[in-house]
């Protein structure tokens, strides 16, 4: 686990500032059933929280509610990989409005005015009702870019692989 100070550390790295620009995140959570769902959502990040927007009326609200953990990934789609790793607890505020947040977090999506207008019109039109926010304030944060952090599991495979060649190639399972 990471301290909070640890947390905000990662969280302002620069490939990090990077990633939390993006617009879309992976949220995972658990369904009343017990089982895990993982499901692509757009999102912003206001410097301390990411804030996800969604329908009054989304299945997922429910679970959130009856559990708020969550885990995050943000992620490219190149070689290699950078990934932003993230947990905590989801706060549920249901608005009346257009939250800002939902607008801002397609802001990279290519429209032209005359698209972004049109959209913007749909929105408002679709959830007249209002949304709710999703507010996820990071926990635990973790960053891999494959160049200076590595996944734990790898990290330990090159621990075991230098000490292998230390010994000579033998290894602690090996017969001698």
Known sequence: MTTPDETTEILNRPLS???LARDLTRLAYVAKDGTPRNVPVGFSWNGAEIV???AKNAPKLAHLRENPAVALTIDTEVHPPKMLLIR???ELDVTDGIPDEYLESS?????????????EAGV?????EGMVRIVVTPT???LIDFETTLPSAVEELFRRQAERQASGGR???SEE
Do not use: F, N, P
């Open 17 to 19: 500032r990077e990633l």
């Open 52 to 54: 996800i927007c969604t």
């Open 88 to 90: 905590g607890r989801a």
């Open 107 to 119: 802001g990279t999506y290519q429209m032209t005015a005359e698209q972004r207008v049109e959209w």
């Open 124 to 128: 408002r039109s679709l959830y007249h």
């Open 140 to 142: 635990w944060a973790k």
């Open 171 to 173: 290894s602690a399972d």
